[in-house]
């Protein structure tokens, strides 16, 4: 087992608020095993990237374990994150908030490289061409500025970003939300290839099934924190067991309006179920 979850809570402070801190997540527990895809889904608010925070230690947990290759993680030092830096990465939503737009790709793409594992300008040069070339962007991309590139484009240069690190586990988080419906599927398809030619474990988040479903072995649903249910990705996304889950499926749009308005009903219909048993 790669990543173990278990009981894990995590808690927000309100600032200028009186009342206690809010939990955000509340007792959760998940695996990933090598070589494998978790999803991780639910809606807006659900403490979906509050899990993967905690995870890649951007947020201390209130209580629980993060165990990674067999080893607790749950609250190693700056030095330890550094060096899983090397093994863990993720892969976010908006790749243009955390670029320079005054820097150029490649210095973008290899900064931790830079500053984390002693490599030489050669050594250097190769892990970025291997990676730009894995995300099928060429080699002059380097020398090129994150504006002159679509958002499809710059994702694919978050993903190799984190490839240079050459990590064993990433977590992607929203990967594509900001994605035209081509475009997303064009990324999935490239994270699923990486997976393959690199022997990579992901921890997939994202509020639509549907994406997660594509790329997941297994799929986990929160709702406000909690795991509501998990199994084998197909068994979630088409044999649904929580009212919630359908309601999800419910939600994704389809292309035909007389086949929406009948999965609206059949949404309004579980959640209302739901709320009176
Ligand atoms: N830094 C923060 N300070 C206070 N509250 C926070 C903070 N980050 C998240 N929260 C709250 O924690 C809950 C879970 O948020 P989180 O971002 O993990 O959800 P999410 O499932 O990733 O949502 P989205 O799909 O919108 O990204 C929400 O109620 C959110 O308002
Ligand atoms: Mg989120």
Do not use: W
């Not at 995870?55 to 990674?68: C, D, K, S, T």
């Not at 999935?188 to 474990?201: I, K, Y």
């Not at 009903?265 to 179920?273: C, E, F, N, Y």
């Amino acid at each position: 087992m790669l990543l173990r979850v278990r009981d894990l809570e995590v808690c927000y402070r309100r600032p200028g608020r009186r009342s206690g801190p809010v939990t955000a997540v509340h007792g959760v527990d998940l695996t990933v095993h090598r070589g494998e895809t978790v999803g991780v889904v639910g809606e807006s608010g659900s403490g979906k990237s509050s899990i993967g925070a905690a995870v890649l230690g951007l947020i201390r947990p209130h209580a629980g374990l993060v165990e990674f290759d067999g080893r607790d993680i749950t609250h190693c030092s700056r030095a330890e994150r550094r060096e899983l830096a090397r093994r863990m990465q993720v892969v976010f939503q908006d790749p243009y908030g955390s670029m320079n737009p005054a820097r150029t790709v490649g210095d973008t793409v290899t900064e931790a490289l830079r500053y984390n594992l002693g490599l030489n300008r050669h050594e250097i040069r190769e892990r970025l061409d291997r990676a730009l070339d894995d995300v099928g962007l060429p080699p002059e991309t380097a020398g090129r500025y994150p504006a002159q590139f679509s958002g499809g484009q710059r994702q694919r240069l978050a993903i190799a970003r984190a490839l240079v690190m050459e990590p064993e586990f990433i977590v992607c988080d929203e990967p594509t939300s900001a994605l035209d419906l081509s475009v997303q599927a064009q990324v999935l398809n490239l994270l699923a290839g990486l997976q393959q030619s690199r022997g990579l474990s992901y921890l997939f988040i994202s509020h639509d099934l549907a994406v997660v479903r594509h790329l997941s072995d297994r799929i986990v649903v929160l709702r406000a924190g909690r795991v509501v249910e998990h199994g084998p990705a197909e068994t979630v996304a088409v044999e649904p067991s929580h009212p919630y889950t359908r309601a999800l499926i419910a939600a994704a749009p389809v292309p035909d309006p007389e086949q929406q308005r009948l999965r609206r009903s059949a949404r309004r219909q579980a959640l209302s179920k739901e709320s009176h048993p």
